[in-house]
């Protein structure tokens, strides 16, 4: 896998050896394309976070924050390695590092969403196991966890098999959906709390 854009673009990060399923280049450059507005400067949070290359290339791409999350161990080895590699660490900085604020929680994406009730992110990207979107009313519970750590206009992105649809929920609004082959980024927003009280 490599970089898709920014100041790293064409720099290579390592997969986990498992059935972590990393989000293509095309979907990346897609993803980014229509983030172009938001990315820069902004807080943005990682689940399912896998390899890391998704927040790595928010990172490429000016994000003042990132936050990575991921439960597996061995995953999560390869995922610091990455974020080591590009960010660099206290004990040995990068030599061309990003100026970033970077981190990485190893915990299940909802407990770690759980434990955060305060909006403190302007993009959220989630990546969850595809056969995970497939369990009834999964997709709804994981929007439900994500609206607290979610800044006023901010934007949650969802992937996930084209044929498994994540619908929006209370207080929801499904902004955009855009296919690449087999997979689906859904992209959701809150409602403001105007409108949602008219409702």
């Given at each position: 896998m490599r970089i898709s854009g920014g100041k790293w673009r064409g720099r290579t990060v390592r997969v986990p050896d498992s059935q972590v399923r990393p989000t293509q280049d095309m979907v990346r450059q897609a993803l980014f394309s229509m983030l172009i507005e938001r990315v820069a400067?902004?807080?943005?949070?990682?689940?399912?976070?896998?390899?890391?290359?998704?927040?790595?290339?928010?990172?490429?791409?000016?994000?003042?924050?990132?936050?990575?999350?991921?439960?597996?161990?061995?995953?999560?080895?390869?995922?610091?390695?990455?974020?080591?590699?590009?960010?660099?660490?206290?004990?040995?900085?990068?030599?061309?590092?990003?100026?970033?604020?970077?981190?990485?929680?190893?915990?299940?994406?909802?407990?770690?969403?759980?434990?955060?009730?305060?909006?403190?992110?302007?993009?959220?990207?989630?990546?969850?196991?595809?056969?995970?979107?497939?369990?009834?009313?999964?997709?709804a519970r994981l929007l439900a966890a994500i609206a607290p750590v979610l800044k006023p206009g901010g934007v949650c992105i969802i992937e996930h098999c084209v044929r498994d649809a994540v619908r929006e929920t209370a207080g929801w609004v499904s902004s955009r959906r855009k296919t690449y082959g087999e997979t689906e980024l859904s992209f959701f927003e809150r409602q403001s709390f105007e409108h949602a009280d008219s409702e």
């Open positions: 400067g902004a807080a943005f949070l990682d689940l399912f976070a896998g390899s890391g290359v998704v927040g790595l290339d928010a990172a490429s791409r000016g994000a003042a924050q990132v936050c990575w999350v991921e439960s597996d161990r061995g995953v999560g080895r390869v995922l610091r390695a990455n974020v080591a590699a590009l960010c660099g660490t206290p004990e040995a900085p990068a030599a061309d590092p990003c100026d970033c604020e970077a981190s990485i929680v190893a915990a299940d994406a909802f407990r770690f969403l759980e434990s955060s009730k305060y909006p403190a992110f302007d993009v959220v990207f989630a990546d969850p196991p595809y056969d995970r979107i497939r369990e009834l009313g999964w997709g």
